[in-house]
């Protein structure tokens, strides 16, 4: 069965910080990896997306990496400040069909001022 | 574009009553999902369409859910009767298609749904 696992469920750390939200999953064979963002009320907002054959993706102060042999992918988020604060999900997508995009129950960040 | 619009934003309704939710993908995009969020199993894809074609189903919970896509600029999901476990929040997502960045998707703010 396809698991996708994001730890811890919530991270608190002050404003500057740089910080590293996990992802891991029990199957390695994806087609890509997503990782969004969800503000409380609000839809899901995709901030960066990795193929399978790259090992990272940057963005600004974001940079999404992806280790398939280790069945892990970090977001890695440089300064922190308290507009990150948010819910940070992954998906996998198993497949060449969007459809079988995988989520993680997400992290819930907070960035005090 | 004004991104994926859905409505209502939030609807409550009693047990046993038919709810209807709308979706307006973003123009051009030839895919849609449907996806149920409640803070139990997380984000759950429901249905999926390819140029308003149906093509997995499989994730609809029984058959008092339906969807349709009469025209590339509009779906519906449509819950008949309702239930109170029905109560989550509804996404609908678009994408423009297969490959790469084209795989990205956008989604709504959602329909949240109470079921009293």
């Known amino acids: 069965k396809q698991e996708v696992t994001q730890i811890p469920a919530a991270l608190s750390v002050p404003e500057g910080e740089n910080l590293v939200l996990n992802c891991s999953f029990t199957?390695?064979?994806?087609?890509?990896l997503q990782w969004f963002r969800q503000d409380p009320g609000k839809g899901l907002t995709s901030l960066l997306l990795?193929?399978?054959?790259?090992r990272e993706q940057t963005s600004g102060r974001l940079n999404a990496s992806l280790d398939k042999s280790s069945g892990r992918s970090t977001l890695y988020i440089a300064a922190s400040q308290p507009g990150d604060s948010a819910t940070y999900l992954c998906?996998?997508?198993?497949?060449?069909?969007?459809?079988?995009?995988?989520f993680g129950k997400g992290t819930k960040l907070s960035v005090k001022p | 574009d004004a991104g994926v619009i859905q409505s209502p934003r939030h609807e409550v309704t009693e047990m046993g009553q038919e709810v209807t939710l709308r979706c307006k993908p973003i123009?051009?995009?030839?895919?849609l999902f449907w996806y149920r969020q409640t803070m139990m199993r997380g984000l759950e894809l429901l249905i999926y369409?390819?140029?308003?074609?149906?093509?997995?189903d499989s994730g609809m919970p029984e058959d008092r859910f339906s969807a349709k896509m009469p025209n590339a600029s509009f779906s519906t999901l449509k819950i008949q009767p309702s239930e109170p476990r029905d109560s989550a929040v509804y996404f609908c997502?678009?994408?423009?298609?297969?490959?790469?960045?084209?795989?990205?998707?956008?989604f709504g703010s959602g329909t949240q749904l109470s079921v009293l």
């Open positions: 123009s051009g995009h030839d895919y």
């Open positions: 369409f390819n140029n308003n074609v149906p093509i997995d």
């Open positions: 997502a678009s994408s423009l298609g297969i490959g790469g960045p084209r795989e990205k998707l956008f």
């Open positions: 998906a996998l997508n198993y497949g060449g069909s969007q459809g079988n995009l995988i």
């Open positions: 199957d390695s064979a994806i087609y890509n």
């Open positions: 990795i193929q399978s054959s790259q």
